[in-house]
Structure formats: structure tokens, C-alpha cells
């Protein structure tokens, strides 16, 4: 299948150990894997037999951190690394060739992270009752991000995507579900890699705090709070992984 253009169609994150890895999530979030078309570097995530989230093997050498990052649908990977340019955010990797599309992977002028992807997709889709995850930027100035998102993924041009400016947030909707939403409080200069501008990739589970303590058990670092705003669905905890990988849990609603 095609993705919807302009709102994410998936979630990846880049570790240093993918055993490691696959177990911590196996354990947290009761994940199953299989290798993907890109190789044994490389797996898929699954629950119920639903594609989740990707997870794939840094090569040797690269030591980045390990970061949750979304990745939008696009109708031209080569326009929308164009317009990432001229807007004055950084383009870290790509176009490339990968499968049987292509990806770029940049980030924002103020630092987080983002991928984008042209092509055919997994099934894998925001805004809906079961979706895998939720999205939320956390940036420093929000009507800017607003502008800078709408410009690179072409918001009002594409149908079906509506874009309502809030007091204090912005959500982004795709044929009336919400897509994504931005909101303030990163801190470019915090010490605390939780506070920067970033992604943030809400996974949803049915008892937050047995998560939790299966994260800890696993290896998992010290929970946070979340704040409230943050959290339309209910309670929830920022969870750092092993690898130091960020990503938060939030209580499904029954």
C-alpha cells in the first residue's frame, strides 16, 4: 500500500545492540519481530500481527544516539529534500535508495529528528483507535514548527489534511482523525536530552505502571512523568531504553 502523503506512515529507531534491543521492547511492550526486506540488520515489530515499529542495527563506527524517529510520507523524496534545505534545517542523509523506495532522514531547525519516506508502505497508520503510536513534537516556538511542517510536507495542498492552530498547541489532522499535534516546551539548551526539541513516540499499553516495571527490570532507565498536557489519553511515563532511546507510555483508554 501507498501512505497518505503528508502525515507519518512510521516510527524507527537506530540501535547499537538489536539483540539488546528486541529484547527490552519483546519484554515492555510484548513485541514480536521478523526480519524486513532490508536484511537481518534490520526488523520488523509487530503486535497482533499489526507492523508496529521498525528497529534497525547502526553500522560499526557510527556512534549516534538512539532516537524514535518518525518518518512522513511524501510524493517526491527529492522536492521535499529541496525544501528542507531552503528552509534552513539540516538534511543528515539521503534521498537513497532503500527497498522499493526512498528515505531521507533530516532535522529541524531547532534539532529534532525526522524522517521521510516515498513509496509503498506497511500497513501502519496514525489517528485511529488502534493506532501503533501517537506523535507529538515538542518544540520552542510552535507556530513555527507549524510553518516549517506545513511547508516541507506540503499541508495545504494536500487534501484531506487540516491544520487547527490552538491556544497553546497545533494538531494536524488527516480526514477528520487527528495525525500528529506540537506543542511548546523544548529547551535547545537543556542538559536533560528529555527537555530538547524531539519527537516524541507515545506508545499505548494497558497498565502503564507494570510496563514500567518491566522496563526497569529489563534495563530500562528511570521513569519520568509526563505532563498532563502531554497526555490526552490519560497517565503516562517517559521510559529511556537500554540503548538510551526515549519513548513514552500512555495508559489505552478502555
Not at 50 to 75: D, K
Request: charged residues 20%.
Amino acid at each position: 500500500m501507498v501512505p497518505a502523503p503528508g502525515i507519518p506512515c512510521w516510527v524507527n529507531l537506530m540501535v547499537g545492540d538489536l539483540r539488546a534491543a528486541q529484547a527490552f521492547y519483546a519484554a515492555v511492550l510484548g513485541w514480536e519481530f521478523r526480519t524486513s526486506s532490508l536484511g537481518s540488520g534490520f526488523l520488523v515489530a509487530s503486535v497482533g500481527g499489526r507492523p508496529v515499529a521498525g528497529i534497525g542495527e547502526r553500522r560499526p563506527g557510527l556512534a549516534p544516539p538512539s532516537v524514535w524517529t518518525p518518518y512522513f510520507a511524501v510524493r517526491d523524496a527529492t522536492l521535499t529534500a529541496a525544501r528542507i534545505r531552503e528552509r534552513g534545517a539540516t538534511l543528515a542523509v539521503g534521498p537513497v535508495a532503500l527497498g522499493e523506495g526512498r528515505a531521507g532522514l533530516a532535522a529541524d531547525r531547532d534539532g529534532a529528528a525526522f524522517g521521510f519516506w516515498e513509496g509503498p508502505g506497511l500497513a501502519w497508520s496514525v489517528g485511529e483507535e488502534s493506532a501503533p503510536a501517537r506523535l507529538d513534537l515538542q518544540t520552542r516556538d510552535v507556530f513555527e514548527a507549524a510553518v516549517f511542517y506545513g511547508e516541507v510536507f506540503g499541508w495545504a495542498d494536500e487534501p484531506g489534511i487540516d491544520v487547527a492552530y490552538r491556544r497553546d498547541h497545533v494538531l494536524v489532522e488527516r480526514d477528520g482523525r487527528p495525525a500528529l499535534s506540537l506543542r511548546g516546551g523544548g529547551v535547545q539548551t537543556s542538559a536533560q536530552p528529555q527537555s530538547r526539541p524531539r519527537w516524541l513516540v507515545n506508545f499505548a499499553v494497558d497498565d502503564v505502571e507494570r510496563a514500567v516495571a518491566t522496563a526497569m527490570g529489563a534495563g530500562g532507565g528511570k521513569p519520568q512523568m509526563a505532563s498532563s498536557a502531554w497526555s490526552p489519553d490519560g497517565f503516562s511515563r517517559v521510559l529511556q531504553d537500554p540503548g538510551g532511546g526515549l519513548f513514552t507510555l500512555t495508559q489505552r483508554r478502555t
